[in-house]
C-alpha cells in the first residue's frame, strides 16, 4: 500500500502505489491559498525497499518522476510537494515500490489550515465509493469530494447524495470523460441543495479513488478517504466529550440497499442502539451522549449490515480532524508519521485493544528505540504520547511500528502543533494500517 502527501500552497497531491505495492490518493484543499502537501512513506517489511514516485496534473500527465529511493527496513521517507520543481497546482501521486508500504499526506495552508489522509493501495480502489460526511454550510462546515480515475480509460462519476436518515438521494451529480489518471471536484457549496450535512454513495463505470475535504470560515479543516466497502464490527479508538476542549461526532453510513441496526458499546459500558437506512446515515454527536464530562475513550459498533465510520475530532482552539472507524484488525500496526517537536508539532497514538482478553503493546519507532510493553485490558485504550518519550531525540520525525503479543489492536495517530496554544487547525489525524 502507499499513501499521499502534505498540501500547503497549491499544491495538491493524490498518491498510488506499484509493483509489490501500490496505492493512490486525491485531494483538494479547502478555500483560500497558500496550501501545500508532502507524504511520507513508511516501509512495512525487514528488507529494504526500492520507491519511485511520479506526479501526475489535473488531466492525467506526468509532470515529475523521481529517482529511484530506498526505505530502510520499518523506516521512512518524507517528500515535500511544495518544494518538488513543479508549477502551483493540484496533483496527483503514485508510487511503486517493490517492498509493502504505506503512507501519510500532511496538507497545510498559510492562513493555518491543516489536515492529513491517507493513501490508497490497490486492494480498496474500486468503481463504488462511500462517503460518511458530506456538509454544505452544516453549523457553517462545507464539504469537496476530490475523485481520481485509477482506470487507463476515460470515464464518468456520478455522487449520489443522501439526507442523514434517508435512503433516497437528493441529488446526483456527475463528471464525464474522466481522463485516465486525472482527478476532479464535486464541490457542495456550489450546488444547489437545503443546507445541512448529508452522505454519499460515488459510482464510476470503472475503478476510481476519492477524498472528501471539509472546512469552515473559523479555519478549521478536515480530510478523510472514500471507503469501497463496509463492514459489521468497526472500531473508534478515540471519542471524547469535553476532554481538554475536545469534542467529537460520530457518523455511520450503511453501504448496502436494505436498512440495519446499529448497536454502539461505549468502552464506559454504555449501548446506544439506532436505525439506519439504506446508503444512509447516522450521526451520533459525543456531547449529546450520557458520557461523563472530560471522557476520553473508545467504542465498539456493531451492524446487522456493513456499515463505514467517520470520526471527527474538534476542539475550543479550532484544532480539527478526522479519521476513518477501523475494521480489519491485526496484532501488528504501522504509524508513518510520528513527530516529537518537529517544527512544533507532535504526536500521540492511541491504541485500543479489540481482542476478548488482555494484551501487552508496545511501540518501535524508527530510530530503533522500543516503548513497553504495557498492559492493555480487552476493550481498553492506551496513549503514546511522543513528547513523553525519553528515548525520541528533540525534533524527531520518523515512523513506529506496534505489536501485542497477540490480541488485535485499532490505533489512531493525532498530529497537534501543541507549541502554539493560539486558536488555529494545527491538529491533523490519521489511522495506524493494520497488517
Known sequence: ?????????????????????????????????????????????????????????????????????????NGSYFVYVGGLPIPNGAYAVQISCDQPVVAISNMTSSSGNAA?????????????????????????????????NASSSPITVSLEIYPLGSSTPITTLQIIELAPGASKWFDLSSISIMNGAYSGRILGDGPIAAVVNIWNSNGEQYAYDAVSSGALKIYAPVLMKSYYGFNTALTLQNTQGATGVITVTYSTGLVVTRTIPAYGSVLLYTPNEPLPVGW????????????????????????????????????????????????????????????????????????????????VPSNGTIVFYQPNV????????????????????????????????SPADWLLVYDAFNR
Open 390 to 421: 525519553a528515548g525520541l531525540p528533540d525534533g524527531f520525525n520518523g515512523s513506529a511500528t506496534i505489536t501485542t503479543t497477540g490480541q488485535p489492536v485499532a490505533c489512531v495517530v493525532n498530529q497537534n502543533k501543541v507549541s502554539d496554544p
Open 1 to 73: 500500500m502507499i499513501k499521499k502527501g502534505i498540501l500547503l500552497s497549491t499544491v495538491l497531491c493524490i498518491l498510488f502505489l506499484g509493483f509489490a505495492a501500490e496505492m493512490v490518493l486525491a485531494q483538494v484543499p479547502g478555500p483560500g491559498s497558500g496550501y501545500n502537501s508532502g507524504f511520507t512513506v513508511q516501509n512495512m517489511s525487514s528488507s529494504t525497499a526500492s520507491c519511485v514516485f511520479s506526479v501526475y496534473d489535473q488531466s492525467g500527465t506526468a509532470v515529475y518522476t523521481s529517482s529511484i529511493v530506498s526505505i530502510s527496513p
Open 296 to 375: 476520553i475513550g473508545s467504542a465498539k459498533v456493531e451492524s446487522t449490515v456493513p456499515i463505514i465510520g467517520l470520526i471527527n475530532e474538534g476542539s475550543s482552539q479550532r484544532r480539527a480532524g478526522s479519521y476513518l472507524a477501523i475494521s480489519s484488525v491485526t496484532s501488528e500496526a504501522f504509524a508513518p508519521i510520528v513527530l516529537k517537536n518537529y517544527y512544533g508539532f507532535s504526536t500521540s497514538i492511541t491504541c485500543q485493544n479489540v481482542g476478548d482478553t488482555s494484551t501487552q503493546i508496545q511501540v518501535t519507532y524508527s530510530n530503533g528505540y522500543v516503548q513497553g510493553p504495557l498492559s
Open 116 to 148: 492529513s489522509y491517507e493513501g490508497f493501495d490497490s486492494s480498496v480502489i474500486a468503481s463504488t465509493l462511500y462517503v460518511p460526511g458530506l456538509y454544505k454550510n452544516y453549523y457553517g462546515y462545507t464539504s469537496n469530494v476530490t475523485v481520481q
